[in-house]
């Protein structure tokens, strides 16, 4: 059964701080590794990763996967109140190419 | 921005009704997903749907569940009878699988929250 830890599943941090968010995962036939953010309802799509050691970039966000040690992490730098969300991450493997999410990492940003 | 949207954003049901959660993918998208979130749990897959059929779907989507794309646009999910469980707030999402590797990110609508009596 395919299967993404995400930690730590909450954090608590104050405006300016830099927040490291882990992912790691156990699956059959990788394709490819996302980061959603969630806030109220839908996740928003941040990142897609299929090839390890590449840095994807995004304002104060950034991600890189490793598909050696099978994890991932996401990056928020100099973090703002707005940062405060669920991030989740998920990942598409197999030929079901459906996507199984991590329980997410609750963040929250205090001023 | 293109987007997915659905409807209703929220609806209320006794037990044992039937229920149809609407979705308007992103024009050009291709496959289409349905995924659910129990309140306080993970976000899981329910089904995929591509070129008017079911590609694949998860033990959750039972005989109860049903998708259809009745025209060129939506797409919907029937829950036949429901139970107090299939409380949950349902995504609808689309991709257009043009990515590297025959990957596509999926992109989500806001969600329909479902609360069974």
């Known amino acids: 059964e395919d299967k993404v830890v995400q930690s730590p599943l909450s954090l608590v941090v104050h405006e300016g701080d830099t927040v490291t968010l882990n992912c790691s995962y156990e699956v059959t036939n990788f394709r490819s590794l996302l980061w959603y953010k969630q806030e109220k309802k839908a996740p928003t799509f941040l990142f897609m990763l299929?090839?390890?050691?590449i840095e994807k970039k995004s304002g104060r966000l950034s991600s890189i996967l490793d598909k050696k040690e099978l994890f991932s992490i996401l990056n928020i730098t100099a973090t703002q109140t707005g940062d405060s969300a669920i991030y989740l991450c998920a990942v598409e493997a197999g030929s079901a190419r459906q996507l199984t999410f991590g329980s997410g990492t609750q963040l929250t940003v205090l001023p | 921005e293109p987007e997915v949207t659905q409807t209703p954003s929220h609806q209320v049901t006794q037990m044992g009704q039937e229920v149809i959660l609407r979705c308007v993918p992103i024009?050009?998208?291709?496959?289409f997903y349905w995924y659910r979130q129990i309140l306080g749990q993970k976000v899981e897959f329910l089904v995929s749907f591509y070129n008017n059929e079911i590609s694949e779907k998860s033990e959750i989507f039972d005989d109860q569940f049903s998708v259809e794309r009745p025209d060129g646009s939506n797409f919907t999910l029937k829950i036949r009878s429901t139970k107090l469980e299939d409380s949950a707030m349902y995504f609808c999402?689309?991709?257009?699988?043009?990515?590297?590797?025959?990957?596509?990110?999926?992109?989500f609508g806001e969600g329909s929250r479902l609360t069974v009596l």
């Open positions: 024009s050009n998208h291709l496959y």
């Open positions: 999402a689309s991709s257009s699988r043009l990515g590297p590797a025959n990957t596509g990110e999926l992109f």
């Open positions: 299929t090839s390890s050691g």
